[in-house]
């Protein structure tokens, strides 16, 4: 009977700060959409984050995207061997790249950068109480640090997932010519036939989730920030563990709704 109570009592403490969590990031996710009427005077802190958040991921983007391509093509071309004749294979990839690989992994790879690296920035500047001293000055943290990064990375990850699914495109493109001989007409005619708009929108629009999901994320662990730098650190990986969590879980939504 004690222990009935005790694992009762350790779900109903579990389940009580995940509720208390989540209002706390719903919280702070209307506190920022309030902000977005600032978004024209704060336009530079909106574009220091987006250089931050977007323009410096690319080369880890396009590294992703083009062993992503790469891969799946390997991979298609070893699934359809003796089924299908290889000038499937263009199709078959554009299509899984442009819908799945391309923003999932992209999410998944810029929340261990982008989500990780917001916690532990606004997590240091929690300890450090750098944030208080704002609220001390009148200046809203929200308003400064949060909305541009929920901005920036919303904005900027579609962006990158646009880079990550042609770069994909060309490594997969690269590994059926050199290595499987199939032509680059052979190839691209197959994209082109199977290729379908909605497709790539249905992609675009799971990025911007992922994009909105990891920075709020990130911000509502990073303002949560305590016990020093040893606090920081474990914000830092609640950030990428849970944008992770979140991704995988909103891909599976957003699959029900759009297909």
């Not at 958040?53 to 359809?80: D, E």
Request: glycine letters at 8%.
């Amino acid at each position: 009977m004690r222990m009935i109570y005790f694992v009762l009592h350790i779900i109903g403490k579990k389940a009580l700060k995940f509720i208390s969590e989540s209002g706390g990031a719903f919280i702070l996710v209307g506190k920022s959409l309030r902000s977005l009427s600032h978004l024209y005077k704060d336009r530079r802190l909106v574009i220091e984050q987006m250089l931050e958040i977007g323009v410096r991921s690319l080369p880890l983007v396009v590294t992703v995207g083009i062993f992503t391509g790469a891969v799946s093509a390997w991979q298609a071309a070893y699934q359809f061997q003796g089924i299908l004749p290889l000038s499937y294979v263009g199709p078959a990839t554009s299509k899984v790249i442009f819908i799945e690989l391309g923003p999932v992994l992209t999410a998944l790879v810029l929340a261990g950068r982008v989500g990780a690296s917001i916690a532990a920035e606004l997590g240091s500047m929690k300890v450090t109480e750098q944030i208080d001293a704002l609220e001390t000055l009148a200046i809203d943290p929200i308003r400064f640090l949060a909305m541009p990064r929920i901005v920036a990375a919303t904005t900027m990850m579609p962006i990158l997932v646009i880079f990550a699914d042609f770069i994909a495109l060309f490594g997969a493109f690269l590994v059926i010519n050199m290595l499987l001989h199939v032509s680059a007409e052979t190839f691209f005619n197959g994209v082109k036939s199977y290729f379908q708009v909605y497709d790539v929108i249905s992609g675009l629009l799971k990025a911007l989730v992922f994009g909105a999901t990891t920075s709020i994320a990130g911000c509502y662990i990073g303002f949560q920030t305590s016990g020093g730098a040893e606090g920081v650190g474990r914000s830092t990986i609640k950030a990428f563990v849970v944008s992770s969590a979140l991704i995988l879980m909103n891909d599976y939504i957003l699959a029900m709704f759009l297909f």
